[in-house]
């Protein structure tokens, strides 16, 4: 890894969003009472924030694979929300929405090719 090629910016941000995501997934972890236990995958953001600062080309593998599935089962809820014949039919499609959003930010921050050659250790990406 070049200590010249300073990390991206937006991959800063990345990653501080999914430590961001981890601390406040502490929270019902923290106060959990009467033996209910849930296991909150937010806490995945302790693996991903560290690992994309430290520039781990399996965290950005496995961040892209997690990524498209996103994409993939925010599909499956639209289309079940659509489906519905309840009035808050909406609410599902505001749901997806914002998903898909947020998944497509991830996605383009990943996806630049700033973030290949910071996570490629040969310096093969041009």
Same mark, same amino acid.
């Given at each position: 890894? *070049?200590? !010249?090629?300073?990390? $991206?910016?937006?991959?800063?941000?990345?990653?501080?969003?999914?430590?961001?995501?981890?601390?406040?997934?502490?929270?019902? %972890?923290?106060?959990?009472r *009467?033996?209910?236990?849930? %296991?909150? &995958?937010?806490? &995945?953001? @302790?693996?991903?924030?560290?690992?994309?600062?430290?520039?781990?080309?399996? =965290?950005?593998?496995?961040?892209? +694979?997690?990524?498209? !599935?996103?994409? +993939? @089962?925010?599909? &499956? &809820? %639209?289309? +079940?929300?659509?489906?519905?014949? /309840?009035?808050?039919?909406?609410?599902?499609?505001? =749901?997806?929405i914002? #998903? @898909?959003?947020?998944?497509? #930010? /991830?996605?383009?921050?990943?996806?630049?090719?700033?973030?290949?050659?910071?996570? *490629? $250790?040969?310096?093969? =990406?041009?």
């Amino acid at each position: 890894m *070049d200590n !010249l090629n300073p990390l $991206p910016s937006q991959l800063k941000w990345l990653a501080g969003g999914w430590l961001l995501l981890a601390i406040l997934s502490l929270g019902p %972890l923290i106060t959990a009472r *009467d033996g209910q236990f849930g %296991l909150n &995958l937010g806490l &995945l953001g @302790f693996l991903f924030g560290p690992g994309l600062m430290l520039r781990r080309p399996a =965290v950005r593998t496995a961040l892209l +694979v997690l990524t498209w !599935l996103g994409f +993939v @089962f925010t599909g &499956l &809820l %639209l289309l +079940v929300a659509l489906s519905t014949s /309840q009035a808050t039919w909406w609410v599902g499609l505001a =749901v997806c929405i914002v #998903a @898909f959003i947020m998944l497509w #930010a /991830q996605y383009h921050v990943l996806a630049k090719p700033e973030a290949r050659k910071a996570f *490629d $250790p040969y310096g093969r =990406v041009e």
